[in-house]
């Protein structure tokens, strides 16, 4: 089945500094990547998703690209504020069906 | 906009007791994913839902068991409650398998003690 693995597990960024986090997926078939913002006790927040058939897709401060030959996608975060400190999950979907998550990355930004 | 409702928000469990979660997903949505996710974890996929049938099966154990009603609405039943299934169970619903646009609920927050 699908697994998707997730680096880095922190990351620290003095705010207005940029943050990447990576994610590699193994299904091929894989063809849906959302990425969520999770605070403490709270829900999966979506915060920008590419489909299989984009290279890179961005909203505001935030930017997602997908490499299909190598499996990887990544989040990109600039300018970044101290209330972007969460955890972030990238997933991976086949055919629009259910997600299999990364293992998160926790996101500190300093003031 | 209404959103996925889950009920209830908190449950406190002694061991070996049974527990009910409720789903009911935005309305028009015929399809119900159940996450279960531990302290410090990511989400685990449990089981799915599409047009009242179960339509995928993830790492759910025999204890529980989940249903899809006429009216969308999911259920999911835990039995001989463990410790170690004290966690957040979430609950996602979308519109068909093909379009993903998953919208999650608030979760029910589980305490076995």
């Known amino acids: 089945g699908e697994n998707v693995e997730q680096h880095p597990s922190t990351l620290s960024v003095q705010e207005g500094d940029s943050a990447v986090i990576k994610c590699t997926y193994s299904d091929s078939a894989s063809n849906y990547f959302p990425w969520y913002k999770q605070e403490l006790g709270k829900r999966p927040q979506l915060i920008i998703d590419?489909?299989?058939?984009?290279g890179e897709k961005k909203d505001q401060r935030i930017a997602v690209t997908l490499n299909k030959t190598a499996k990887h996608f990544s989040l990109h975060i600039t300018e970044t504020q101290p209330e972007d400190s969460a955890v972030y999950f990238c997933?991976?979907?086949?055919?629009?069906?259910?997600?299999?998550f990364g293992t998160g990355t926790r996101l500190q930004v300093f003031p | 906009a209404a959103g996925v409702i889950q009920s209830p928000r908190h449950l406190i469990k002694e061991k070996r007791e049974t527990a009910t979660l409720k789903c009911y997903p935005i309305?028009?949505?015929?399809?119900v994913y159940w996450y279960q996710q531990g302290p410090g974890q990511d989400p685990q996929f449990l089981i799915s839902?599409?047009?009242?049938?179960?339509?995928d099966k993830g790492s759910i154990p025999d204890r529980f068991s989940a249903q899809q009603f006429s009216d969308y609405h999911s259920e999911l039943n835990m039995s001989s409650l463990e410790l170690g299934d004290s966690a957040l169970y979430f609950c996602?619903?979308?519109?068909?398998?093909?379009?993903?646009?998953?919208?999650f609920g608030s979760g029910t927050r589980l305490t076995v003690v």
């Open positions: 590419i489909r299989s058939n984009v």
């Open positions: 996602a619903s979308s519109l068909g398998r093909r379009q993903g646009g998953y919208t």
């Open positions: 309305p028009r949505h015929d399809t």
């Open positions: 997933a991976a979907s086949i055919r629009n069906d259910k997600l299999i």
């Open positions: 839902f599409y047009e009242k049938m179960q339509s």
